[in-house]
């Protein structure tokens, strides 16, 4: 089935960096573009940024320009999300979610379906 | 701008018919997606584009959408869909996507 599998749990430092990994199954990885969302405790979805699969092409909110390094590595099917200097308000599950699109008169776009989330916290 | 305005909770008697909403301008030229979220779990597409379900979604969740507000509709509500219910766009201008706040869906 359709599915993408991200990496565990994360615990670090205020300052260090993260990577986490996101391993895309069940499709042509090269056919689907992948979102990054992050969701803070007790908060809504902040959409993050968005990678197409060869990695020549992606857009970041400008609030994780200059932290995030999105890429990807088509021969393993994975996307990777990359933050430095954490702060603890970074603290947060992070989700990959494959992106689909119908162009038109008014097009659409949906993320489905979702990985299953990667908790990092940000502690001294 | 790049906003998508959604009333924080509703709340719903069980068995009757609940509409969410979510405002903003990026919604004249876009369809919306819609994301049910449970405690602890990933969200999941339950309604995308004018009027569209993925395999698995009953047929009780449609779409609709008018000017600037695009809608979420539970027709019959049951308990199990008691949840936080996200929409999301594509912002043009902006050349980003953004999710609207949530909304708490209690079921009575």
């Known amino acids: 089935q359709v599915q993408v599998v991200q990496s565990g749990a994360e615990v670090k430092k205020p300052g260090a960096s993260v990577k986490i990994s996101c391993k895309a199954s069940?499709?042509?990885?090269?056919?689907?573009?992948i979102h990054w969302v992050r969701q803070a405790p007790g908060q809504g979805l902040e959409w993050m940024g968005v990678?197409?699969?060869?990695?020549?092409?992606?857009v970041l909110a400008q609030k994780f320009q200059g932290r995030v390094i999105m890429t990807t590595d088509m021969s393993a099917s994975a996307a990777y999300m990359e933050m430095s200097g954490l702060r603890s308000d970074d603290t947060a599950v992070y989700y990959c979610?494959?992106?689909?699109?119908?162009?038109?008169?008014?097009?659409?776009?949906?993320?489905?379906?979702w990985g299953q989330g990667t908790l990092v916290t940000v502690s001294s | 701008s790049s906003e998508l305005t959604q009333a924080p909770a509703v709340s719903v008697a069980l068995g009757q018919t609940v509409k969410i909403t979510c405002q903003g301008d990026?919604?004249?030229?876009?369809?919306a997606s819609w994301y049910q979220q449970k405690p602890g779990q990933a969200p999941v597409l339950v309604v995308y584009?004018?009027?569209n379900r993925p395999s698995g979604i009953p047929a009780r969740f449609s779409a609709s959408s008018s000017g600037n507000t695009a809608s979420l509709t539970i027709t019959g509500t049951q308990a199990e869909d008691e949840a936080d219910y996200y929409c999301?766009?594509?912002?043009?201008?902006?050349?980003?996507?953004?999710f609207g706040g949530g909304t708490k869906l209690t079921v009575l």
């Open positions: 979610a494959r992106d689909t699109s119908q162009g038109g008169a008014r097009p659409y776009w949906w993320f489905d379906p």
């Open positions: 069940g499709y042509p990885f090269s056919s689907h573009w």
């Open positions: 990678i197409k699969p060869t990695g020549d092409n992606r």
């Open positions: 990026s919604l004249r030229s876009c369809y």
């Open positions: 584009g004018e009027n």
């Open positions: 999301n766009s594509r912002d043009f201008s902006a050349n980003l996507w953004v």
